[in-house]
């Protein structure tokens, strides 16, 4: 299908020549549902990925330095770094898509229209809140609320220039960052007082109708049995759960 939205693109990272059945079903149904709008795999310069655009002709390729793609350290310098952000400048906003996530419908330009700079499932870095059942949706709820949640970037729509503009003022005043880089902007853009000036975030209640991670089936009771736009993680926490909506072998 021709492109027709050519305001938000489809960035998929992309550092291995082979997918494996639910990688491959990801970019299938992504390639489906968000056919509309531009599709970009950035991957290290010497990865050969011709079967991709054999496939999917639709895809263009943003080759970067081997070394962004050397590890999980050096991806979250890359996503960190405004120099990453100014290669999609002609674009409002990115959808960062890694191929274990999955889209169920297209919402992405409702979510661009609500005024967030950043946006994506929200979640506890602590393991009892991984795979919580539909009965302890409460519990998840309340721990959300009481806890600097964060918002993951695995699946996350981030505003270009806000993202470059947040992270040349970072940059100014702060020493480079060494965490996950979603962590810098959500929990870091509310901890850092100056920060919050610069990246307006949603709710958990907004982001989890966005994207469900940890704890599907409790997030699931508390949309209201409503699936969100898309989902992440999904083989990873509570498979058993995505089972009834996700067939990778088709």
Not at 172 to 199: C, H, V
Not at 242 to 248: A, G, H, K, L, N
């Amino acid at each position: 299908m021709k492109v027709t939205d050519p305001s938000v693109a489809i960035v998929i990272p992309v550092y291995r020549p082979e997918f494996t059945e639910a990688e491959e079903a990801s970019l299938k149904q992504c390639m489906n549902v968000l056919s509309r709008y531009p599709v970009r795999i950035v991957k290290p310069r010497s990865l050969d990925l011709k079967w991709v655009a054999a496939e999917y002709p639709a895809i263009e390729f943003v080759s970067l330095d081997d070394a962004c793609f050397s590890g999980i350290e050096a991806y979250n310098r890359l996503l960190t770094s405004s120099g990453f952000y100014k290669v999609f400048s002609e674009y409002e906003f990115i959808l960062i898509y890694q191929l274990d996530a999955f889209v169920f419908r297209d919402e992405l330009r409702d979510w661009c229209k609500k005024g967030f700079d950043y946006i994506g499932s929200p979640s506890l870095h602590q393991e009892e809140f991984d795979s919580l059942p539909a009965g302890s949706g409460q519990i998840f709820a309340d721990a959300l609320s009481s806890r600097r949640f964060v918002l993951n970037g695995g699946l996350s729509l981030r505003r270009v220039p806000a993202f470059v503009r947040y992270l040349k003022i970072y940059d100014l005043f702060y020493p480079a960052w060494k965490g996950n880089e979603d962590m810098l902007f959500s929990q870091e853009a509310t901890r850092l007082i100056p920060m919050k000036l610069f990246m307006k975030l949603p709710t958990w209640q907004e982001a989890l109708r966005f994207s469900f991670e940890k704890s599907p089936a409790a997030s699931f009771a508390l949309t209201n049995r409503q699936l969100p736009f898309a989902c992440h993680a999904w083989e990873r926490y509570d498979p058993e759960f995505w089972s009834s909506y996700i067939v990778v072998n088709q």
